[in-house]
């Protein structure tokens, strides 16, 4: 009795967990989240990205987005950075950050994103740089636009398409209208390269923020 009892939930856990799968929308799955044997939730991953009901972005993640008659959507850029990237400090660089705070019409093939450790290995749309020795921006708690604003004070020359006067003014917008909190920013400072925190210093009193400039 106990063996065909083990033979049943054997057949009825796959196709509980398709169900499951294929009943969810718009999350990533990991073979750890799936019941069964090892074998079994390879095979099932396997013939649901088959039949075009998941989308594998690398060894060991699935997306299950929306499928249409051309398979399944990919997972879209913010989603993929939070799962492959997570926590504070990490956010848009380069030309990418340029286009986000419209400082440049430029739209790259693929999103950059700074994290500060050690990058996780790009997947589609999305590449990773790393900024390991910016802990500032760890302790501080930056947010992607306060990461993105820091990491165009760096790139500026090759990133920044928008007149100079224009470029300033944007940013400055950003700290008063609170989008990047400027207290942050000044604290993760600290950990940035000069060049970085000389401009930095210039955009706070731009913003009326001379006493945040004095801690740059």
Same mark, same amino acid.
């Given at each position: 009795?106990?063996? $065909? =009892? ?61 499928? $249409? ?15 492959? =990237? ?32 050690? =990058? ?34 760096? $790139? ?41 925190? =000389? ?18």
């Amino acid at each position: 009795m106990a063996s $065909s =009892a083990a033979g049943l939930r054997d057949r009825t856990t796959p196709l509980r967990e398709r169900q499951r799968i294929v009943r969810s929308r718009n999350r990533f799955w990991r073979p750890e989240e799936i019941a069964g044997a090892a074998s079994t939730k390879k095979h099932l991953l396997a013939d649901l990205v088959a039949e075009g009901d998941l989308r594998r972005v690398r060894r060991g993640l699935y997306w299950r987005g929306t499928k $249409s008659p051309l398979g399944m959507s990919p997972p879209p850029t913010d989603a993929l950075v939070r799962e492959l =990237a997570p926590g504070p400090g990490v956010g848009p660089a380069g030309l990418y950050a340029a286009n986000l705070l419209r400082l440049s019409t430029q739209v790259p093939r693929r999103a950059e994103i700074a994290v500060p450790t050690r =990058a996780p290995e790009g997947v589609g749309s999305v590449k990773f740089a790393a900024r390991p020795a910016r802990t500032g921006r760890v302790k501080a708690g930056l947010n992607p636009t306060e990461v993105a604003l820091l990491e165009i004070l760096e $790139s500026w020359e090759r990133a920044v398409e928008v007149p100079p006067a224009e470029a300033w003014t944007r940013l400055r917008d950003l700290l008063v209208s609170g989008q990047a909190r400027a207290d942050r920013v000044a604290r993760a400072s600290q950990t940035e390269p000069g060049q970085v925190r =000389a401009r930095l210093r210039r955009l706070l009193r731009f913003a009326d923020r001379p006493d945040l400039a004095e801690k740059v």
